[in-house]
Every structure is written in structure tokens, then in C-alpha cells.
């Protein structure tokens, strides 16, 4: 069989392996920003968590990916195959990599401005939402991209215990010694990290219309 008549008689698997890729690296993303948020400004607003979330945050994205997918299942009751532990495992490490961009994210607001919204009457939450956050943003728009793109690779060793997403083509094309499967999923998750990249740019962009371009870089 040619590659071509490979691709062809297989675009329907592929395209559901290409939406179950996506969904499970952008789900995370947004579990993982959203739990990153409160820790990140915990660990900003005090000297002494600080160093104490980061460390611990900078532990839990050591601990390797296989065996956390191997873990959660044991530890949540879950099915090996269910892909709800990819989705928990993904989250626990975006947050382990937005908690201390966050943090630092809000560090970098001027003293001045927060000394200014305050003058203003602004109170803690809403100072947080209308001018901390809004600063931060480039910071923590960059901290995203790392983690999306992370989240893209990761996805894939779930492939090894049989859940569904682009890592497949690698094990099937690595079984029938057959290098289009997995061409097709190298170019698929690279065109992926790409897209959610581009989109988290625009995104940052859109949000601080004030910044200059470069500096989202």
C-alpha cells in the first residue's frame, strides 16, 4: 500500500485522532490557567509561599509523564483507558508551569500603578481583574504557549496505554514497520502546537493592545 492510498483509506480515523489530540491538549490548558490563577497570586502576595509553591510546582512537573498516566487510574478509580487521566495528569502539569508565571506575571505590575488603583479606591479583586491582570498578561500569555505546546507532545505517550489521540499513528506505524502513520502524526501534532501557538499570540495581543508586538515574543 502507498502512503497516498494509506491516507485515503484512513482520513476518517485520522481526523478523529486529530480532534481527540486537540481536545486533550487544549482542555488541560484551561483547567490548569484557571487553578494557576489563585496559586500564582498566593504565591505573589506572600514572601513566604512562595518559594514553597514553586519548589513544589517545579517537583510535580518532574515526575515523568508515563508514570503519572500509569498512577492516576490506581489513584481516581478510574479505567487505564479512560481519558479523563490524561486530561487530570495534563492539567497537573500546566498548572506546575503557570503557578510561578503567574506569580511572577503579577510581580511585574509597577508599584506605582498598584499604589495608584489604590489611591482610586480600587479593592483587592478588583484591582486583581482590571489592573493586575491585564498588566500581567503578556507574561503569562508566554507561560501559556510553553505549556500548550508541552501539552501537545505530552498528549502523545498516553498513546503507549491505548488512548486514542495522534500518538496512535506512532505505535501503528512502529507495529506494521510503516513510516507514514507516523509522519502523518509528527506532521499533525506540529501543525497543532503551531496552531494553538498562533492563537494564544493573537489572543495576547488582542488583550494588551498597548503592547508592541515584539514584546510577546
Given at each position: 500500500m502507498?502512503?497516498?492510498?494509506?491516507?485515503?483509506?484512513?482520513a476518517g480515523e485520522i481526523a478523529d485522532l486529530t480532534a481527540w489530540h486537540l481536545w486533550l491538549s487544549i482542555l488541560p490548558l484551561l483547567i490548569g490557567l484557571l487553578v494557576a490563577l489563585p496559586l500564582g497570586r498566593l504565591a505573589h502576595r506572600s514572601r513566604?509561599?512562595?518559594?514553597m509553591l514553586?519548589?513544589?510546582?517545579g517537583?510535580?512537573?518532574?515526575?515523568?509523564?508515563?508514570?503519572?498516566?500509569?498512577l492516576l487510574p490506581k489513584l481516581l478509580g478510574t479505567r487505564i483507558l479512560d481519558p479523563v487521566n490524561?486530561?487530570?495528569?495534563?492539567?497537573?502539569?500546566?498548572?506546575?508551569?503557570l503557578v510561578r508565571v503567574v506569580a511572577d506575571g503579577l510581580a511585574a505590575v509597577p508599584a506605582d500603578v498598584i499604589q495608584?488603583?489604590?489611591a482610586m479606591g480600587y479593592r483587592s479583586h478588583q484591582r486583581l481583574i482590571r489592573?493586575?491582570?491585564?498588566?500581567?498578561?503578556?507574561?503569562?500569555?508566554?507561560?501559556?504557549?510553553?505549556a500548550a505546546?508541552?501539552?501537545?507532545?505530552?498528549?502523545?505517550?498516553?498513546?503507549?496505554l491505548g488512548v486514542p489521540q495522534l500518538g496512535s499513528l506512532f505505535t501503528q506505524g512502529f507495529q506494521l514497520h510503516f513510516f507514514t502513520p507516523i509522519v502523518t502524526g509528527v506532521v499533525l501534532s506540529l501543525v497543532i502546537a503551531l496552531v494553538l501557538d498562533g492563537l494564544i499570540l493573537l489572543a495576547g495581543h488582542s488583550l494588551t493592545p498597548w503592547q508592541p508586538r515584539r514584546s510577546a515574543r
Open positions: 502507498t502512503a497516498a492510498e494509506w491516507l485515503r483509506h484512513n513566604r509561599l512562595y518559594p514553586v519548589a513544589l510546582a517537583l510535580v512537573y518532574t515526575v515523568p509523564s508515563l508514570a503519572l498516566f500509569i490524561v486530561v487530570i495528569a495534563l492539567s497537573v502539569y500546566t498548572t506546575a508551569l495608584s488603583a489604590h489592573i493586575e491582570l491585564p498588566i500581567a498578561v503578556p507574561v503569562i500569555a508566554a507561560g501559556l504557549r510553553v505546546v508541552s501539552n501537545v507532545s505530552i498528549v502523545s505517550m498516553a498513546a503507549l
